[in-house]
T-cell receptor, first 116, second 115 residues
Framework: DTGVSQDPRHKITKRGQNVTFRCDPI?????LYWYRQTLGQGPEFLTY????????KSRLLSDRFSAERPKGSFSTLEIQRTEQGDSAMYLC??????????????FGPGTRLTVT | AQSVTQLGSHVSVSEGALVLLRCNYS??????LFWYVQYPNQGLQLLLK??????LVKGINGFEAEFKKSETSFHLTKPSAHMSDAAEYFC?????????????FGAGTRLAVHP
């Protein structure tokens, strides 16, 4: 059973550059979530997709952030004009829409972003 | 709005001792509650969950948690700590049935296990 995968695992970038992260959910999962985790804190919700539709965005997701899930499979999260405050672990999770596991989210290993 | 409070950002126990990690939640609707574990530089792994039914839930690696509505608590316990339990533990709440389940996490508790 292939879990949630994320790429890259680590990204170091200079302030002002754009970065893009990819998440591949578990294949039969329709729901996909992005979270951000800063040092010493729990993950914070960023956005949610059901299939290709982005149904909720947190106010944490400023206009420099954009997420897509074009075919309802993998998702990308792009940050434009990165700032040092964007340094964090970006976590992706997926879950099915039906069944007993519909409330369980399965997390990927995360992408750690460092903005210098 | 829902929220989660984890009492104690760091907990240290001896190997073989009882592990108790505290979690209190705030929710205006019947909550679904979760405990996740995170090892260094890894994602989160689900330890156990409470949705409905039995209030004492058992999870992986010998952990269990009890939902106490009157105390709005969902504390995590393990009778005997093992060195491999050293990790960060997160309690989370979601709105539960109907629609999707955005998770609200606590700040986490780092568990250290010493010989």
């Amino acid at each position: 059973d292939t879990g949630v995968s994320q790429d890259p695992r680590h990204k170091i970038t200079k302030r002002g550059q754009n970065v893009t992260f990819r998440c591949d959910p578990i294949s039969e999962h329709n729901r996909l979530y992005w979270y951000r985790q800063t040092l010493g804190q729990g993950p914070e919700f960023l956005t949610y997709f059901q299939n290709e539709a982005q149904l909720e965005k947190s106010r944490l997701l400023s206009d420099r952030f954009s997420a897509e899930r074009p075919k309802g499979s993998f998702s990308t999260l792009e940050i434009q004009r990165t700032e040092q405050g964007d340094s964090a672990m970006y976590l992706c999770a997926s879950s099915p829409t039906e069944g007993r596991s519909s409330y369980e989210q399965y997390f990927g290993p995360g992408t750690r972003l460092t903005v210098t | 709005a829902q929220s989660v409070t984890q009492l104690g950002s760091h907990v240290s126990v001896s190997e073989g001792a009882l592990v108790l990690l505290r979690c209190n939640y705030s929710s205006s609707v019947p909550p679904y509650l979760f405990w996740y574990v995170q090892y260094p530089n890894q994602g989160l792994q689900l330890l156990l969950k409470y949705t409905t039914g039995a209030t004492l839930v058992k999870g992986i690696n010998g952990f269990e948690a009890e939902f106490k509505k009157s105390e709005t608590s969902f504390h995590l316990t393990k009778p005997s700590a093992h060195m491999s339990d050293a990790a960060e533990y997160f309690c989370a709440v979601s709105e539960g049935a109907g629609g999707y389940n955005k998770l609200i996490f606590g700040a986490g508790t780092r568990l250290a296990v010493h010989p």
